[in-house]
């Protein structure tokens, strides 16, 4: 009986092996066509012990220490502008090639995905939703925002064009429009001049002055959020009903929580990360040529 289950045993291993080998060689050889069918040019290697095991050890210890992006950074150097390499089982490529970073974010977007890996990992936390699941993020939305502000653009006729005004508008509108249900459309605003004249310096005010329009300010996103929190917990306010299947962070959590105070709370904390996004797209047109063409 004994030796018939190491039998099992070591027949079930076998085919676990087997199965692992046979996966490996297909996506092998299916990345083998892709790249010949791209004119890919293969990537730099980064050196890997056994299974990647060292590279798993460094990327821990720097996580640990809050700086494993600059471990990452520090491998472009060394390596390239794209390279490969093992981290415990699995392959990891890194690029900041001008043509790639196109690829993955404009001209072939829907090739690319979170893969299940990421769900697996973040869904007991995040649940399915635009962090987790490829296509949740309602990319056609995107994409009328970008158009928008694409349009902005032409109006200057060729001039000189401040980039930061418009992709903070960009940030904002699908910022709103995921978060909230809803967009601000401020791309549309006849007050956005993107070529007009730069303003002067800073407005001098007294430290009273500065009070009261912290405080006017503040009251003005509150109210924002407030009706969107509103609309969240009593949809039919809604002037204009949903279109099906739309992804609204806002009503997802709505969804779990009937707490007006919480909810207020979300959409104020995923904003200030989306502000950062908008920042991090003009350090990507203005040090990259990624869309020069």
Same mark, same amino acid.
């Given at each position: !009986? ?38 890919? @040019? ?17 990327l821990t210890r720097t996580a640990k220490r809050g700086d494993i ?54 869904? /007991? ?20 925002? =970008?158009? *928008? @502000? !694409? ?7 060729g001039e000189v064009a401040d980039l930061q005004p418009l992709f ?21 605003? /006849? ?12 407005? +001098? ?7 009261? &329009?912290? &405080? ?12 969107? =929190?509103? !609309? ?23 969804? +779990?929580? &009937? ?9 104020? %904390? ?6 950062? !996004?908008? *920042?991090?797209? %003009? ?6 040529? %990624?869309?020069?063409?």
């Amino acid at each position: !009986m004994e030796l018939a289950v190491k039998f099992f045993l070591l027949l079930a291993i076998l085919l676990y092996l087997l199965l692992k080998l046979t996966a490996y060689l297909l996506i092998t050889y299916q990345n083998r066509i892709f790249a010949k069918s791209h004119n890919c @040019l293969p990537p730099g290697r980064l050196p890997s012990s056994f299974v990647g095991l060292s590279n798993w050890v460094r990327l821990t210890r720097t996580a640990k220490r809050g700086d494993i992006l600059d471990h990452i950074l520090s491998h472009f150097p060394i390596h390239g502008n794209t390279w490969k390499g093992r981290v415990l089982f699995s392959t990891s490529i890194g690029t900041i090639g001008p043509e790639n970073i196109k690829a993955i974010l404009a001209t072939s977007f829907k090739d690319f995905g979170l893969g299940s890996q990421r769900h697996n990992n973040f869904y /007991p936390l995040l649940g399915d939703g635009i962090f987790t699941l490829d296509g949740a993020g309602d990319v056609e939305a995107l994409e009328l925002h =970008v158009q *928008r @502000l !694409m349009n902005r653009l032409l109006e200057g006729d060729g001039e000189v064009a401040d980039l930061q005004p418009l992709f903070y508008c960009l940030t904002l509108d699908s910022a709103t429009d995921f978060l909230l249900g809803e967009s601000v459309d401020s791309l549309l605003s /006849p007050e956005l001049n993107p070529t007009g004249a730069a303003s002067g310096g800073k407005e +001098e005010m007294s430290f009273a002055q500065s009070f009261n &329009r912290f &405080r006017d300010a503040n009251a003005i996103v509150h109210g924002l959020i407030d009706r969107y =929190v509103d !609309m969240a917990l009593h949809p039919e306010k809604r002037a204009k009903k949903a279109p099906e299947g739309k992804y609204a962070f806002l009503d997802a959590i709505a969804a +779990e929580t &009937r707490d007006p105070g919480y909810l207020r709370d979300q959409p104020r %904390v995923m904003k200030e990360g989306e502000t950062r !996004m908008g *920042r991090h797209r %003009v350090l990507l047109l203005v040090h990259t040529p %990624v869309f020069a063409d």
